[in-house]
């Protein structure tokens, strides 16, 4: 069965870097997307970025683009994000989430059916 | 980017009653890529429903889907224990895909 399995909690400084990793399993990791998702106390969950499975492209919200980093191992099928310049207001549950892929007329696109457990990252001074 | 809305915040029913779930988007999602997800507390969301109106594997029928546009609707025919959660849609018609801010459904 599909499986992602997440690093555990950090809890950093600001200005500080943390990496998060999410180990999948149950199929070939190189056929799908991973996305990075994130879900701050009290808010709705907020898209950050995704790595593609077959050749490492990589593609980022604009609002995160100039602070983090998605990498992936393929050999380990591991997908990694690092989120740099921590502040206080990305203390957050981060996801990573298996693309369910969908063909329409516009091309293709794809929602989450597969999420990893969740890793909490408080930044606190 | 597309803004969704769910109204209201909060939803309450009891066990074996209808439920209806709004979900409105700011701008047209012309190809009906609209999921919605259910959450619990401390678990990552589940999918429940894609394309607007397919159910993902293994999820009960009494969950349906509806909508086109810019109105989408969750429903769960009679709500059972383990359907008291948060509910929230999701638009991948464009970029960035964005969630809404949830509905919580409650026990009466």
């Known amino acids: 069965q599909v499986q992602l399995v997440q690093s555990g909690a950090e809890v950093k400084k600001p200005g500080a870097s943390v990496k998060l990793s999410c180990k999948a399993s149950g199929y070939i990791f190189t056929h799908y997307i991973m996305h990075w998702v994130r879900q701050a106390p009290g808010q709705r969950l907020e898209w950050m970025g995704w790595i593609n499975g077959p050749d490492g492209n990589t593609k980022y919200s604009k609002k995160f683009q100039d602070r983090v980093i998605i990498t992936r191992d393929a050999s380990a099928s591991t997908a990694y994000m690092e989120v740099n310049g921590l502040r206080s207001e990305d203390t957050a549950i981060y996801y990573c989430?298996?693309?369910?892929?969908?063909?329409?007329?516009?091309?293709?696109?794809?929602?989450?059916?597969?999420w990893g457990q969740g890793a909490l990252v408080t930044v606190s001074s | 980017e597309i803004v969704l809305t769910q109204s209201p915040g909060t939803l309450s029913f009891s066990p074996g009653e209808r439920a209806t779930l709004s979900c409105r988007a700011s701008q047209t999602i012309s190809s009906n890529f609209l999921a919605w997800y259910q959450q619990k507390p401390g678990q990552a969301p589940r999918l429940l429903i894609y394309g607007a109106s397919s159910r993902a594997t293994g999820i009960p029928d009494r969950f349906s889907g509806s909508g086109s546009g810019t109105d989408f609707t969750l429903t769960i025919s009679r709500l059972e224990p383990e359907d008291f959660a948060v509910y929230s849609c999701q638009q991948y018609d464009s970029s960035p895909p964005t969630f809404g801010q949830g509905t919580k459904v409650e026990l009466k």
């Open positions: 989430a298996r693309d369910y892929p969908q063909w329409s007329e516009s091309g293709w696109s794809g929602c989450y059916d597969h």
